[in-house]
C-alpha cells in the first residue's frame, strides 16, 4: 500500500520490482536514482514513476544489462531498450485466453474471471493450467503493470481470484492424496505467496500430500511444524526480491532445525543463481522442476 496518496514504501518497491531494498539503497547512492522522499518517519517513500522506472529496469537486468548502463539512462533510452521485450510481451497477449482474461481484470468482471478459469481447467486439468495458463497470464499482467497499462489494483485483483480458485481445487484434490507429505511455507521477509500457491497446486497434481503454512513463517516454528504434522519434505520459495546474500545461511539455520530424514525444497527466482547448498536441500528454479 502506498504511505500517502501516489507514495510507495521500499517494501512494496521491493516485492513489486523484485529488486532488494539493500540494492536500492546502493543505487541510490552510487547512481543517483531512485531518488525516494521521506515520510513523517523519516522512512524511503517512491513515486509511482520510479516504481514503474524500477519495473522497466529489472526487466532488462533479467535480459543480462548491467546495472552501470541501465540506470544513468534517459527514459527515451530506455524505450528503446524496451522495444524488443515489448514485441515479445504483445505476441503472447495474442493468445486468446489471456486477451479475455486481461479484459475482465481490467474490467474487474470476477465472474468473468472464474469462468475464463473454469474453463481452462476443465480442459488442461491442474498442471497443464498451471503451467500453461496461469504462468503466462501472470507473465502478461506484469509486463502491462510495468508499462502502466494495468493499475496496481487490477493485478492485486487477479491474484486473489487466483488464489481463491487454485485453493478450491487443491482441497478436493487433497481428499484422495498420499505420500510424500510436503509442508510449504515462506520465511520472514517474503511475502510473496502466490508462487507458493503454485507449487502447491503442481503438488496436488501428482497426488501428493500438501500443509500450505503460507508466507513469513519463523524458522522455529517451522522446526515444531515439521513434527506436529510428521511431514517428509519441507519446501520454501524466494522470489526474486528476498535478500540474496541471506538465503545461504537462512537455509544452512532451517536444515540444522530439521531432521536429517526431512528433505527440503529451496525453488524461486531468488535461488537461481545459487550453487554451493546445504547438505539435504534440492533446489528447483521453475514448477517444471520441482523434484518430485
Avoid: C
Avoid at 106 to 133: H, N, P, W
Avoid at 175 to 184: D, I, T
Amino acid at each position: 500500500m502506498a504511505d500517502i496518496q501516489g507514495l510507495y514504501s521500499i517494501g512494496v518497491v521491493e516485492r513489486d520490482t523484485g529488486i532488494g531494498r539493500d540494492t536500492l539503497r546502493v543505487w541510490e547512492r552510487r547512481y543517483g536514482f531512485p531518488e525516494p522522499l521521506r515520510n513523517e518517519k523519516g522512512e524511503r517513500v517512491y513515486s509511482e514513476s520510479q516504481l514503474r522506472r524500477l519495473q522497466r529496469i529489472r526487466r532488462l537486468l533479467d535480459q543480462g544489462m548491467r546495472p552501470g548502463k541501465l540506470l544513468p539512462l534517459s527514459e527515451a533510452s530506455l524505450d528503446e531498450l524496451d522495444a524488443g521485450l515489448q514485441t515479445t510481451t504483445t505476441a503472447q497477449t495474442l493468445d486468446p485466453i489471456v486477451t479475455d482474461m486481461l479484459a475482465a481484470i481490467r474490467s474487474v468482471d470476477a465472474g468473468r474471471i472464474e469462468l475464463l478459469l473454469r474453463e481452462q481447467y476443465s480442459r488442461q486439468g491442474m498442471q497443464a493450467f498451471v503451467l500453461q495458463t496461469v504462468n503466462p497470464l501472470l507473465h502478461a499482467v506484469g509486463e502491462f503493470w510495468a508499462r502502466g497499462q494495468l493499475q496496481i489494483f487490477q493485478e492485486h485483483f487477479l491474484s486473489q481470484q487466483l488464489i481463491r480458485f487454485l485453493n478450491a481445487e487443491i482441497a478436493s484434490m487433497q481428499k484422495n492424496a498420499g505420500k510424500p507429505l510436503v509442508m510449504l511455507a515462506t520465511l520472514p521477509g517474503e511475502e510473496h505467496t502466490l508462487g507458493l500457491l503454485m507449487v502447491a497446486a503442481m503438488l496436488a497434481s501428482h497426488g501428493v500430500s500438501i500443509v500450505n503454512l503460507g508466507g513469513e513463517v519463523p524458522m522455529e516454528q517451522i522446526g515444531y511444524a515439521v513434527k506436529q504434522f510428521n511431514v517428509d519434505v519441507v519446501g520454501i520459495t524466494f522470489s526474486g526480491a528476498y535478500a540474496y546474500s541471506s538465503i545461504r545461511s537462512h537455509l544452512l539455520e532451517l536444515r540444522e532445525l530439521i531432521a536429517d530424514d526431512v528433505d527440503i525444497w529451496a525453488g524461486g527466482e531468488g535461488v537461481r543463481r545459487l550453487r554451493k547448498l546445504p547438505d539435504g536441500v534440492t533446489k528447483f528454479t521453475s514448477l517444471e522442476t520441482l523434484p518430485l
